[in-house]
């Protein structure tokens, strides 16, 4: 069998791993970032935040099973690139709450990438829609059934437009994206009282923003990686009740360094503030017959999270029948406190701010093998370490790398 064979029967594999991926992460992982907890490396999983930096892995193609992302990438020529990312999570999973449940997340986005000498661009172009529907029988009022349909859909388009510019000592990251989301449900919410009461539920209008901007550079030895991320949605409900409006945003403020140690060994250390709020007003339209004013009533909350990860992988050559053999380990630390607000026609009515509650430290434990093309990582999250006591593994990842 010659070697085009193999390569076509290795990327069936890794393309069979993703078919049966389900996408549980908001940001992709794979095997490799999560045998280090996350900490702050260059990985191609970055591609999920950055299509730009497709530029920096031409012709791979790798799938993360279970619960992972499918990613190809492909140079057509030194100033194009082509690609395709799937299973990456949805980009506005508010929405998923106002349809059916079941929803995938297996959406494509198609990639592209444009040399233009110093300055490097990325797109990614995304077309979101998924349908759920679910029919089932209710005893009617007269004593005989009714069969009655719930049904939904989810539909977000629109663009992420990416730039990289390296300098001398210094490499700059950009972004900006929007999409257009909109939803629609058919659903009736109490069938055995009424079953030909159904609810419709659809939005307005939404529009979804994501923005970002990262920095690296070079300073006492270490190699400083710091940056920020932000996406929010606003939709408005049309249900023929009062006006609803909803807003879901998240901020990640990173910060993080990566330095070499034994030689041959590489560790990076982080943090991440996360900023995750929800903001829902209600707005009661005034009625003079009755002489009632207008009523707008605003709840707020969310959640604010502090997390620590340290991650070490040292590569040894040519060990055994490989080409490569890496040994990996992490471990992560997150604090997070709620935080909630409420009020009416401008008037406080209550606020919270909870104590903080921490995550006991989570260990992973990570390796990876290359033979010619082909890569394969394996992490395992060492469950919590608490009272110096280690009981797992929990959870675990397997990665499929090809390069053709």
């Known amino acids: 069998m010659n070697l085009s064979k193999v390569k076509g029967l290795a990327a069936a594999l890794v393309l069979t791993m993703a078919a049966g991926a389900s996408a549980q992460f908001n940001s992709p992982t794979n095997a490799r970032m999560m045998g280090m907890a996350g900490a702050p490396m260059n990985d191609i999983s970055g591609v999920f935040n950055y299509p730009v930096l497709m530029m920096g892995y031409p012709d791979h193609i790798q799938a993360t099973f279970p619960n992972g992302g499918l990613l190809g990438i492909k140079q057509v020529n030194e100033g194009f690139f082509l690609g395709l990312s799937a299973n990456q999570g949805r980009m506005c999973p508010s929405f998923t709450q106002n349809v059916l449940g079941g929803l995938g997340n297996n959406i494509p986005h198609l990639l592209l990438g444009f040399n233009a000498g110093s300055l490097n661009i990325g797109a990614d172009v995304f077309f979101e829609y998924d349908a759920a529907s679910e029919t089932y029988t209710v005893d009617n009022q007269n004593g005989g059934t009714k069969e009655v349909t719930d049904k939904g859909y989810v539909l977000n388009t629109g663009v992420r437009l990416s730039a990289g510019i390296d300098l001398e000592n ?47 550079l070079p300073l006492a030895g270490l190699d400083w990686k710091g940056g920020f991320e932000y996406t929010f949605v606003n939709y408005n409900l049309h249900d023929g009740t009062a006006g609803e409006s909803f807003w879901d945003s998240k901020l990640d403020i990173y910060l993080g360094f990566e330095f070499n140690f034994l030689e041959t060994a590489v560790a990076a250390l982080g943090y991440t503030f996360t900023r995750e709020a929800y903001t829902e007003i209600e707005e009661t339209p005034a009625d003079q017959a009755n002489n009632q004013p207008k009523v707008v009533y605003e709840d707020m909350g969310g959640d604010h999270y502090h997390t620590f990860s340290l991650g070490m992988e040292n590569i040894w050559d040519d060990v055994w029948i490989f080409d490569a053999f890496a040994l990996r380990a992490g471990a992560s630390y997150q604090i997070s406190v709620p935080v909630s607000k409420s009020t009416l026609d401008g008037d406080l009515l209550y606020k919270s701010s909870e104590m903080g509650t921490h995550s006991p430290v989570r260990p992973v434990m990570g390796i990876g093998v290359s033979k010619s093309f082909l890569t394969l990582d394996l992490a395992l999250q060492m469950g919590n370490w608490s009272n110096g006591i280690i009981s797992g593994p929990t959870a675990g990842l397997v990665t499929g790398t090809i390069k053709f």
């Open 170 to 216: 210094m490499s700059l990251l950009a972004k900006f994206g929007i999409g257009l989301p909109s939803f629609y449900s058919e659903e009736y919410p109490d069938p055995d009282f009424d079953p030909n009461l159904m609810v419709k539920n659809s939005n307005k209008k939404g529009v979804y923003v994501e923005t970002g901007a990262e920095v690296g």
